[in-house]
């Protein structure tokens, strides 16, 4: 069967644009401040998208002066909702794009709902708004744009790389380059080319405080080859007990060490030498010391 070409003579469709661009960067916005979202001031659960200039999928679309994007309102807990530019190609004259707010979850991450069709229907990520309940302003906003240019492309926050994953893809964000690759078994994900993986808060196990002045993390260094380990935790039971290779934390996969590893640590600041171990379980700690705050940062080799 014969190839079908597109942008030889003939027709070309909106469509067709949007989705044949090899190489170039599938989003971005132009200025620092441009579609910057904030607050807005005296509006209820709203928040204003600064003028300015943005661009996905072949479309370029302006503001000549800051819009208003009006979010839901919340009776209980906490959400995130993403605000978005929205472009449809539909009916065939398409457009104009709009400022849309898409409800997600407790969690910040982009929802499921979002749209995600070149030459249908597409949503371009700007920020992530959390709304707490008994609040009409935001408690907190995160920066989601990115700016691409000269073959280069930088974002304000690592939640940015849920939505450029795509072959080929490199980006900086906060002085680590991530680029998007094959991994093991021509499966594709992002690697940070600087070496060092985002923190991952690991859950404490049983008599470990699991609030926010207790937590123990996990991160990988030098492109998987080191296990970095952080924990300051607090121990919600009586001080002086003794207990050899007590888990504070368990490791998941792919965060798992080739072999025992010996961290240092303090216990309430004033006792050094304490032993903390980092193996195929976890995060140990062992013989437990008097006091009941414990305190690590080391690293071991990967498997």
């Not at 659960?45 to 943005?54: E, H, L, M, Q, S």
Request: charged share 20%.
């Amino acid at each position: 069967m014969a190839l079908t070409s597109v942008f030889y003579d003939g027709v070309v469709t909106e469509t067709d644009r949007a989705k044949n661009r090899a190489g170039v960067p599938d989003y971005g916005v132009y200025g620092t401040e441009d579609f910057k979202v904030k607050p807005h001031p005296s509006i209820p659960y709203a928040v204003i998208v600064t003028k300015g200039k943005a661009h996905g999928w072949g479309v370029t679309d302006e503001a000549a002066m800051d819009q208003v994007v009006q979010c839901g309102t919340i009776v209980s807990g906490v959400r995130y909702d993403l605000i978005s530019v929205r472009r449809n190609w539909q009916p065939a004259a398409g457009g104009p794009s709009t400022l849309v707010a898409t409800p997600g979850s407790a969690d910040p991450e982009i929802p499921a709902a979002r749209k995600t069709g070149p030459g249908v229907e597409d949503d371009q990520p700007i920020a992530l708004v959390k709304w707490k309940a008994g609040l009409s302003a935001p408690e907190k906003i995160i920066d989601m744009r990115c700016w691409a240019g000269n073959g280069g492309m930088i974002a304000k926050d690592e939640l940015a790389l849920g939505y450029l994953a795509s072959l080929g893809a490199s980006v900086k964000i906060n002085g680590n380059r991530w680029s998007y690759e094959l991994l093991a078994n021509d499966m594709p994900g992002w690697v940070n080319e600087d070496g060092a993986g985002p923190w991952i808060q690991l859950p404490l196990e049983a008599g470990w405080l699991n609030n926010g002045a207790s937590r123990a993390s996990a991160r990988i260094l030098s492109r998987g080859q080191l296990l970095q380990v952080s924990a300051d935790v607090r121990y919600s039971g009586a001080t002086g007990s003794v207990v050899e290779r007590w888990i504070i934390a368990k490791l998941p996969a792919g965060l798992q060490p080739v072999d025992t590893t010996f961290v240092p640590g303090t216990t309430n600041g004033y006792r050094s030498g304490t032993f903390y171990v980092v193996n195929g379980a976890g995060i140990s700690v062992g013989p437990y010391p008097q006091g009941n705050i414990c305190q690590l940062n080391g690293i071991a080799a990967m498997k």
